[in-house]
């Protein structure tokens, strides 16, 4: 369908998604020693802009992984500069990973974090490219807080790009998938409680996970992001991962009544994990709500 190209030769049910097994019996460790990379700084300063991604052209631009762990360098390397319109948000919740949390397929190193290639799922590792300069590209993060960016060596991985975006607005409960500048999805969504609400920012679809019953709570996909609750420091014994997903409730359609995912119809979901690749980006705001007075 033209969606993605090789550059180089570049959410959501009645509850935030439990990553099941994460928690207990992974071990925590660091990766081999790269002392020719920066060493790991301070977070930066926390602000909740949230912005569409940078284009080339009219494409965004993913990074694939091609090695087994890709090591994210927290502070950018000589000469780099991160893009200023992404930081990360304010969070009252634990960090995630960190060393006391043994999180499946990531982990705090000296340098930052490493990720697993492939996920604990068993698809290819991806991130989204928010900056390129020589040799190196940051990306958004799937780490709480939310809205971080790290650096990783254009070796590990393969850059290719794509022209698809999800947008949701809080407000009007509604998303849009726009793929090649045409809307295949236009629809209403159920979203997060006002007590553990779906987190605005900018995040993107870091896998698409089948489910062996469709009928179940998350019906046919989940479409797994890069956000984590705001809320919760777990959810069901497993990571608080925001995802767009499937529902058996479809009479919620509408509603605010999860714990931050986003809930759509299973026509509509399943749609969505045909037509959308890892890497897409996912834009959620709160518009103003619509003046209803009458005068």
Known sequence: MGVVQNRRNVIIAAAVVA?????AGIAVFTSGDRSVEPELTAAPTSSTTTTQPPKVG?????????????????????????????????????PIPR??????GVRVTPLGYAFDNPTYFGNPLVMLVVSEVDGWVEVLLQARPNGQTGWVRTSEVE??????VLELDLTTRQLTATVDGEVIVDATTSIGLASNPTPTGTYYITEVIPQSF??????????????YSEELQLFDGGLPIVAVHGTNR??????????????????????LAEKLPPGVPLVITESEPADTSTS
């Open 99 to 104: 060393a006391d949390l043994a999180s499946a």
């Open 214 to 227: 469709a009928g179940g709570d998350f019906g046919p996909f989940i479409l797994a992001t890069s956000a």
């Open 58 to 94: 009219n494409e965004y631009t993913i990074a694939t992984a091609t090695v087994p762990t890709v090591q994210v360098v927290a502070v950018p390397p000589e000469g780099a500069e991160p893009n200023p319109l992404y930081s990360t948000r304010d969070s009252r919740m634990s």
């Open 19 to 23: 990553v099941v097994a994460i928690i």
């Open 250 to 271: 479809p009479d919620l359609i509408g509603e605010t009544v999860t714990n931050g995912c986003v809930r759509l119809t299973n026509d509509l979901i399943t749609l």
């Open 159 to 164: 850059l290719s790009t794509h022209d698809a």
